[in-house]
C-alpha cells in the first residue's frame, strides 16, 4: 500500500526522498507528497498522480533542507487530491502515514471541539492535528507524538516531522511494516528496505508496537510498554534489492523471464544434491493431523493448488481459507494443526492477523515468504523463503512459482515422512522438478506465438477460465491475472461447474480458455469443452502435445507445452496463463506493472 520515506541526511533530502519513492512505486499509489525541514521552516509539496508530477512540482517549487519525509498514497479515506495527499500537516508537525485510523471519527469530533478543524477528509489528518495539541500545550515533540499514539485505533506506519526540528524524526508501528535505515552521520526511514537500498544496507525492523526518536546520532527505540528497548540491525543484501528492468519494457515481462532462473535457485536451495528434501528437522508430519492453509489472492490461489498435492501424496486433510474471512470465522483449531501462511511481502495485514489468531492453538506455525525478515517470517514458528527475488510488478508471477514450488516439497516432505511415498518415487519426483526450469524455456520461447492470440483476447469483454483437479485454481489465477492488468472481466470455474450455471454466458463473443494438460482429468475437460464449442464458444486450449492431438477439432486458438508430469503440471502452465495476460494488457494500453486501484503490499484491512 502506502510508501514511506524519511531522510535524516547531509545532503538535500528532496532529491533523496523522490529516488526513494520511486523504489515504492510498485506499492501502488494515486498521489505523491514530500516535507522537509530549511533553516527550521517545515515546507511541503504534493501531486496526484504519478511521481512525476511530483517531480515537475519540485523543479518550478523547489524544496531545500536536508531533512525530510515522503509519502505515496493509495487512497482508503478520501479521494486521491492533492488536499487529502500525505504529508499531512497541522501548524508545526507534518506526518506521513501508511494504515488505517479507525477511531478518527470519534478524534476528529473532540478535535473540533478544542478549534482544531480537519481540512481534509482523511483519517490520517487527525494524527497531525492531535499532535498539534500536545504540542499547544507544552508538550515536546517526543512526548507529543507518544501521546497522541496511544489515543489511536487501527493499523499504522508513521513518520513525524517538525518545525524548527532539523535532527529529528519520529516513527512509529502497529500492524504496517517500518524499518530505520543506518548510515555515515545520517538515518533514514522507509516501508521497507527496498527505500532504502540506494542509502543504506544496515537495516533495523520495528517491531509490533515500537516507536523510535532518530536522529543523526541514532535511533532510541520504545517497545510498546513505553520501556527503551534494542532491536538487531541487520546488513540486508544489495542483490536482493535490485529493481532493474534488466532491458525488459516492464517489470512483469522481466519477472515472468526470470522464473527459470529463480525456480532453479529455490530448487537447488531445498535440495541435498538433488537427492533429499533439506527442510527443518523440527517439521515432521507425522505430529500433525490436518493443516490449515491461509493467504490472499494468487497467495490463496498457491494454497488452493497445494492441498491438491498434500491431499494426494500425504493424505493429510488441508482446508484452505482467505485471510480476510478466517480471522472472523474464528474456526477452532485442533491441537495437532499444522498452520501455513502464504504471503510475498510478508506483511499482508489480514494473513498476518489470522497468523496471530493461530497462536497458541496449531502445534505449529509455518510461513511460506519472499523476504525473510518480514513480520510474518518473524512471527512464524517456521519460515520457508520462496527465494523469488525483488517482484515490482503488482500482479504476482514469480513468486506464484516459486510459491507453488516450496509448497510442493512440503507435499513431498510429508508424504515421504507419512511412509505414502517410497524413495524411489521420491526421487522421481525430485528428477522431474529439477527439470522444470528447462520446461519453462521452452513454454517462455512460444511468447510471440502467446502475444498473437492475446492480440484477439484483447478484443473481448468477458472471458471465461476452465480447469479441472489441481488446474482449477490455475484457471482463477489466470482469470485474476488478466483482469488484475487488462481490466477485461474474467472468471475461473471448475470444469465440471460450466453446466451449473457459467454456460450461461457462453457465446460467439466469450473466449473460454480451456487449461487441460492430458492427464487423467483430461477427457472430462475436453466434454466439458465441446459443451462450449457447441454453443459457438471460441476456445482457448492450453494443452500438451497429446491433448493437442486428441482435443479433435474447432478449436479457436492452441498454445502448445512440453510434457511434464501430472504433479508439476500447475506450475509449468502458470507461464501461458500470465503470458495471455501480460500480452493483452500492453495489446489494450494499460499499465501493467501498476495497474489502477490495485497495490503490490496490501498492509490494511
Given amino acids: 500500500m502506502c510508501g514511506i520515506v524519511g531522510v535524516l541526511g547531509n545532503h538535500e533530502a528532496a532529491p533523496l526522498l523522490v529516488e526513494a519513492l520511486k523504489r515504492l512505486e510498485y506499492r501502488g499509489y494515486d498521489s505523491a507528497g514530500i516535507a522537509t525541514v530549511n533553516q527550521g521552516k517545515l515546507e511541503r509539496r ?279 474471512e478466517f480471522r472472523y470465522r474464528e474456526p477452532p483449531i485442533p491441537a495437532r494443526t499444522l498452520a501455513v501462511f502464504v504471503s510475498q511481502s510478508g506483511e499482508t495485514a489480514d494473513t498476518l492477523a489470522a497468523l496471530r489468531y493461530c497462536h497458541g492453538k496449531a502445534a505449529t506455525i509455518l510461513s511460506v515468504v519472499n523476504v525473510d525478515e518480514s513480520s510474518i517470517a518473524r512471527e512464524s514458528d517456521i519460515a520457508l523463503p520462496i527465494l523469488a527475488g525483488v517482484e515490482i510488478g503488482v500482479a504476482s508471477t514469480k513468486a506464484f512459482t516459486c510459491q507453488l514450488t516450496v509448497m510442493a516439497l512440503l507435499a513431498l516432505r510429508a508424504a515421504q515422512q507419512r511412509g505414502q511415498l517410497d524413495q524411489t518415487a521420491l526421487a522421481e519426483h525430485l528428477s522431474a522438478l529439477q527439470n522444470l526450469p528447462g520446461l519453462m524455456n521452452i513454454a517462455l520461447a512460444q511468447s510471440d506465438e502467446i502475444k498473437a492470440v492475446a492480440q484477439k483476447l484483447a478484443e473481448a469483454r468477458d472471458v471465461l477460465f476452465l480447469g479441472r483437479g489441481a488446474m482449477y485454481p490455475l484457471a482463477l489465477e489466470g482469470a485474476l491475472k488478466l483482469k488484475e492488468i487488462s481490466y477485461i472481466h474474467a472468471e475461473g470455474y471448475a470444469s465440471g461447474e460450466l453446466k451449473h450455471g457459467p454456460i450461461a454466458l457462453v457465446d460467439k463473443t466469450v473466449p473460454v480458455i480451456v487449461m487441460a494438460p492430458h492427464d487423467k482429468l483430461f477427457d472430462k475437460t475436453v466434454s466439458n469443452m465441446q459443451e462450449v464449442l457447441a454453443r459457438g464458444g471460441k476456445v482457448v486450449l492450453i494443452t500438451n502435445n497429446r491433448g493437442a492431438k486428441e482435443a479433435g477439432e474447432g478449436v479457436w486458438q492452441l498454445i502448445q507445452l512440453p510434457e511434464v508430469p501430472d504433479l508439476f503440471a500447475p506450475i509449468l502452465y502458470a507461464l501461458p496463463a500470465q503470458l495471455l495476460a501480460y500480452h493483452t494488457a500492453v495489446a489494450k494500453g494499460t499499465d501493467v506493472d501498476q495497474p489502477r486501484n490495485l497495490a503490490k503490499s496490501v498492509t490494511v484491512e
Fill in 46 to 324: 504534493r501531486a496526484v498522480g504519478k511521481l512525476v508530477n511530483l517531480s515537475d512540482k519540485l523543479v518550478h517549487e523547489p524544496l531545500p533542507g536536508k531533512s525530510g519525509i515522503g509519502h505515496t498514497r493509495w487512497a482508503t479515506h478520501g479521494a486521491p487530491n492533492v488536499s487529502n495527499a500525505h504529508p499531512h500537516r497541522a501548524g508545526p508537525v507534518a506526518v506521513v502515514h501508511n494504515g488505517i485510523i479507525e477511531n478518527y471519527r470519534e478524534l476528529r469530533a473532540e478535535l473540533t471541539e478544542q478549534g482544531l478543524t480537519p481540512q481534509t477528509e482523511t483519517d490520517t489528518e487527525t494524527i497531525v492535528l492531535l499532535t498539534r495539541s500536545f504540542l499547544d500545550q507544552g508538550c515536546t515533540p517526543h512526548q507529543a507524538a507518544a501521546k497522541s499514539l496511544e489515543k489511536l485505533e487501527g493499523a499504522f506506519a508513521l513518520c513525524f516531522l517538525f518545525d524548527g526540528e532539523e535532527d529529528l524524526l519520529i516513527a512509529a508501528r502497529k500492524g504496517s511494516p517500518l524499518a530505520i535505515g543506518h548510515g555515515d552521520g545520517e538515518m533514514f526511514v522507509g516501508s521497507d528496505a527496498i527505500a532504502l537500498a540506494p542509502l543504506t544496507n544496515k537495516i533495523t525492523y520495528l517491531e509490533e508496537g515500537d516507536r523510535a526518536v532518530i536522529t543523526r546520532a541514532g535511533a532510541q527505540i520504545y517497545d510498546a510498554q513505553g520501556n527503551q528497548t534494542n532491536r538487531e540491525m541487520r546488513v540486508v543484501r544489495v542483490d536482493a534489492t535490485r529493481v532493474e528492468k534488466a532491458g525488459h519494457k516492464h517489470f512483469m515481462a522481466k519477472e515472468i523471464a526470470e522464473q527459470p532462473i529463480v525456480l532453479g535457485d529455490a530448487i537447488h536451495h531445498y535440495l541435498d544434491d538433488g537427492a533429499a528434501i533439506l527442510l527443518p528437522e523440527t517439521l515432521d508430519f507425522t505430529q500433525y493431523d490436518r493443516i490449515t492453509m491461509v493467504a490472499c489472492g494468487t497467495a490463496y490461489l498457491a494454497c488452493l493448488t497445494s492441498k491438491y498435492w498434500f491431499e494426494q501424496l500425504s493424505g493429510l486433510p488441508v482446508d484452505v481459507d482467505v485471510a480476510s
